[in-house]
């Protein structure tokens, strides 16, 4: 594991390394919600679980600097501040793919949790070039984990292209309407209920099942397979 800094268009921001097992098993950025960081338990199993089932190499982050965190714990300022989150991620993801050291040219996938779940999801939209901007056809997915996909306008949505998978507890009831309405508007979409679930899927065996779904989507999408000899 290494301990990466990444600039983004408004700060250097902190993340956790694991590199793929080649540049052709993609890199799987996590994006934690709010009042999170890259020290979450659930995320870092999930990594763990995931580089384990499917090669892919992982990046946790902290989308917010110390300073930020802060005054996050005291005010709330930043944590439902989808834009400002949504273009670190974005940021980090071009970043990735055209400048970190040993991982330029990878494709990436982002899986976001709560409200890091909207911004995993509004950062695959290609942007206008400017700092990092442009192209984002290298993000082959978007994996959501209980993910307010609510946050993201309507409007936005549509704008969506990658292959997108909403993973959700079957009794985190007011969540799962959210993200079924929020799938009609997203191309390519699939909404996973994970059942006997809660919203953060700590029922025995649940974040596992977590694990699994999350698997079989980037194996399908974002590792690529052997070239033919």
Same mark, same amino acid.
């Given at each position: 594991?290494?301990? /990466?800094?990444?600039?983004?268009?408004?700060?250097?921001?902190?993340?956790?390394?694991?590199?793929?097992?080649?540049?052709?098993?993609?890199?799987?950025?996590?994006?934690?919600?709010?009042?999170?960081?890259?020290?979450?338990?659930?995320?870092?199993? +999930?990594?763990?679980? +995931?580089?384990? +089932?499917?090669?892919?190499?992982?990046?946790?982050?902290?989308?917010?600097? @110390?300073?930020?965190?802060?005054?996050?714990?005291?005010?709330?300022?930043?944590?439902?501040?989808?834009?400002?989150?949504?273009?670190?991620?974005?940021?980090?993801? #071009?970043?990735?793919?055209?400048?970190?050291?040993?991982?330029?040219?990878?494709?990436?996938?982002?899986?976001?949790?709560?409200?890091?779940?909207?911004?995993?999801?509004?950062?695959?939209?290609?942007?206008?070039?400017?700092?990092?901007?442009?192209?984002?056809?290298?993000?082959?997915?978007?994996?959501?984990?209980?993910?307010?996909?609510? +946050? /993201? @306008?309507?409007?936005?949505?549509?704008?969506?292209?990658?292959?997108?998978?909403?993973?959700?507890?079957?009794?985190?009831?007011?969540?799962?309407?959210?993200?079924?309405?929020?799938?009609?508007?997203?191309?390519?979409?699939?909404?996973?209920?994970?059942?006997?679930?809660?919203?953060?899927?700590?029922?025995?065996?649940?974040?596992?099942?977590?694990?699994?779904?999350?698997?079989?989507? #980037?194996?399908?999408?974002?590792?690529? @397979? @052997?070239?033919?000899?």
């Amino acid at each position: 594991m290494t301990t /990466v800094h990444i600039p983004t268009s408004t700060a250097q921001i902190t993340g956790d390394l694991h590199p793929p097992v080649s540049l052709s098993h993609g890199l799987l950025i996590f994006v934690h919600g709010s009042g999170s960081s890259r020290f979450s338990p659930r995320n870092q199993y +999930l990594a763990s679980k +995931l580089r384990s +089932l499917t090669g892919c190499g992982t990046l946790l982050l902290d989308l917010l600097t @110390p300073s930020e965190e802060a005054i996050d714990v005291r005010t709330r300022q930043y944590r439902f501040d989808i834009p400002m989150l949504t273009n670190r991620v974005r940021d980090v993801c #071009i970043y990735v793919n055209r400048e970190l050291e040993g991982m330029k040219g990878v494709n990436v996938a982002t899986f976001g949790a709560s409200t890091g779940g909207a911004a995993a999801v509004w950062c695959t939209i290609p942007c206008e070039p400017g700092f990092n901007g442009g192209d984002m056809s290298f993000v082959k997915a978007a994996i959501s984990r209980g993910g307010r996909v609510d +946050l /993201v @306008p309507a409007s936005d949505l549509r704008k969506v292209r990658v292959p997108t998978v909403l993973i959700v507890g079957g009794d985190d009831v007011e969540v799962l309407e959210m993200n079924w309405s929020a799938a009609k508007a997203i191309d390519h979409c699939v909404v996973e209920v994970v059942e006997g679930a809660t919203h953060l899927f700590e029922e025995k065996g649940k974040l596992e099942e977590v694990a699994d779904i999350a698997a079989k989507y #980037i194996t399908k999408y974002l590792v690529k @397979p @052997p070239k033919e000899e």
